[in-house]
């Protein structure tokens, strides 16, 4: 008998469920694929059909949470309405809470990312590219209604927020005061600096740089740090108290251009003056050969 989509749907979520349940009691390395079927009521051999391996079935619970915590953020009412920062942190207050309960195996797949990275990563996440096109549509009406400046940076954008959030999970997981409360002010701020930036053009100016900083130095920023709140409330304080940026190019060449002037009668040209015979002409300066490298 043929299964419907919506019995294969059913299936594939029972069986992140279970994997779910049995690798947070047992472990990752503890619990085997037999394990997962039977606790999702299936044959050994059917989990194959939907999971190759144990690893794909961690990336599908991920694929999962991001696909839901996006609908969540889609569906909050006056939604529409927010403006980008506001966006961006219900976008990512939602991951959290979708990951909330299951945060001790959240641990676990940290750990199992660092372990091996490159088969984590070895098929890309469906859900990953669904966030870049959340976040570059978040910045598309945010230019449009004039918040923040022209943005020619849309999709890189969308990726390197999907960057951000893993190192946010990451500083979550370490988090220790009520209620999160760290992770809830290091979420405000950072987005606060990364807003301010956008309203004053830097980051276009930075791009190159700013997305090279932000890959290499991302395992630094999720460490608790008695500096990290400091440095980006300077940060923010800094690009609120500083002066808007400059006009863009074409505006700025149409305003210091001078309006021309009337035009004058044209002067006699100079007489040339005669040669010295005791001061010899100079001759003209030779380039200087560029050294080899």
Known sequence: MKTTRQQQDATRRQIVASAVDLMTRQGFDGTTMKDIARAAGIGDATIYKYFPTKDRIVL?????????????????PGFAGYQ???????????????????REFVAQVRTL????PLSMLAEPLAARQSLREAVASFLEAAEASGEIEPCDFKGL???L????????????LADTSDEFADTTQLVDLSLGVLVQALRG?????????GGFVLRSQM???????????????????????????PAPAYKAAAEASPPPEPSAPPRAPRKPR????ATPAKPAATPRKRKSA
């Open 274 to 277: 005669a040669a010295s015979s």
């Open 60 to 76: 599908g619970y991920l694929d999962d949470v991001a696909h839901q915590a996006l609908a969540d953020t889609l569906q909050t």
């Open 219 to 245: 395992a630094r920023m999720v460490q608790h740090s008695s500096g990290l709140m400091g440095m980006l409330q300077l940060a923010k304080q800094a690009m609120a108290s500083a002066p808007p940026g």
């Open 157 to 159: 954008a969308g990726g």
């Open 161 to 172: 927020y999907t960057d951000y959030l893993a190192g946010v999970v990451t500083y979550w």
């Open 201 to 209: 053009g830097l980051v276009n100016r930075v791009l190159q740089l």
């Open 84 to 102: 980008l920062q506001e966006k961006l942190q219900r976008l990512t207050d939602a991951v959290l809470e979708r990951l909330l309960a299951d």
């Open 113 to 116: 990312a660092r372990r091996s």
